[in-house]
């Protein structure tokens, strides 16, 4: 009896170090560009995983040994950063009582993932439906990604759509790839406020890379300066898909795609730290009061959340809860759309609506310039 609670004690250690060892590794990430170290980066999506496991570690040790939690409470302690990044600490439901203060903002950031165009089912019957959806938020100002419209007689002319039925007259749309001159895919800003000034970014080289749009919006006596983008996805096909899920149940041709799945990760962390470092000083360069909106496609435990937000405010942690998962797909744990206002604004309300519409949901947050 002895030797197998000797035997158990022991287990538990060697699981607990290892656990405590990945956990204070992938709280590194958010210092560590992914182009000098990409393999941390692979350890940030499983982030909410290992912090689950070092919870899990912690409450054994209460029964078997209580001075091993102390080893627990310091891998907390020292990886609070990335904790208090990822999780929002508000007890739910405080939106639905909420009322918009007299002259604030409604900003909505989206990865509208053009409507819908190559889904199976109707995709005109998509679009109205997000259609419907962005209507009833009533945004001010709305950034969207992967964005589509197009000029060509029974196609969607969604930039004039928009404009119109959402009543945002102004906007700046980054066109970063058409066909014919006729249709564009891309990210874009609406706004309700007059437009002064608007310019796109390059972001990185290559004919499928994106751009990093601003528009600075005239409010009142007050300059604001609206910043979207769309950084670099993982491009994932359908095969890749198809190969993930053979890997999730262990099946032996999904080992085969592995390699493919893991350099496709690893080129994608890399472009996008770079990108991190070029928004980054883009953000600091502003002459007027900051919003960042956009689809990073990282998570808050990364160097491409923890580069882009600096010293910015996260609307999700001023006000929201649990780990506000914005991407349907994947895992459970995909928080990967933010809305970052600088400290000249004041964060009244945060909220993201559950719609299937889009494999991301909709964010949406209220501002007030102090």
Not at 141 to 152: L, N, R
Request: charge should be positive; hydrophobic fraction near 40%.
């Amino acid at each position: 009896m002895r030797f197998i609670r000797l035997f158990t004690k022991g287990f538990l250690l060697i699981i607990t170090i290892g656990v405590v060892l990945l956990f204070l590794l992938a709280c590194l990430a958010p210092w560590v560009s992914p182009a000098s170290c990409w393999p941390l980066s692979f350890l940030t999506l499983a982030f909410p995983y290992l912090l689950l496991l070092l919870i899990l570690c912690f409450c054994c040790w209460l029964l078997f040994n209580i001075k091993y939690c102390l080893l627990c409470l310091l891998a907390l302690s020292l990886g609070w950063k990335s904790i208090s990044a990822y999780i929002g600490f508000h007890w739910p439901g405080a939106e639905n009582q909420f009322t918009a203060p007299q002259g604030s903002i409604t900003v909505m950031s989206y990865n509208v993932s053009l409507f819908g165009l190559y889904r199976e089912k109707d995709s005109k019957y998509n679009r109205q439906a997000m259609f419907a959806l962005i209507k009833k938020q009533a945004p001010d100002i709305a950034c969207f990604q992967d964005f589509y419209t197009s000029e060509k007689q029974h196609d969607f002319n969604n930039r004039e759509d928009i404009s119109t039925e959402m009543r945002l007259p102004y906007r700046y749309f980054s066109s970063d790839f058409n066909r014919d001159g006729m249709q564009h895919w891309g990210s874009i800003i609406f706004s309700r406020y007059p437009i002064i000034r608007s310019e796109k970014v390059k972001l990185s080289d290559g004919p499928q890379s994106e751009s990093l749009i601003y528009a600075d919006i005239v409010r009142e006596e007050d300059t604001i300066r609206i910043i979207n983008m769309h950084l670099e996805s993982y491009r994932f096909n359908e095969k890749d898909y198809r190969s993930i899920e053979k890997i999730k149940k262990q099946e032996d041709t999904g080992l085969i795609a592995t390699k493919g799945i893991m350099q496709k990760m690893r080129e994608a962390f890399q472009r996008r730290g770079r990108q991190a470092d070029i928004v980054a000083g883009f953000i600091r360069q502003s002459p007027y009061p900051v919003v960042v909106c956009g689809d990073f496609n990282d998570t808050p435990a990364s160097y491409t959340y923890f580069t882009i937000k600096g010293n910015l405010q996260d609307a999700f942690l001023k006000k929201g809860t649990g780990i506000g998962r914005t991407f349907t797909g994947l895992a459970p744990t995909l928080r990967i759309d933010y809305i970052l206002p600088d400290n000249t604004f004041t964060v009244n309300s945060f909220r993201k609506i559950n719609s299937d519409l889009s494999d991301h949901y909709p964010v949406i947050a209220n501002i007030s310039l102090k």
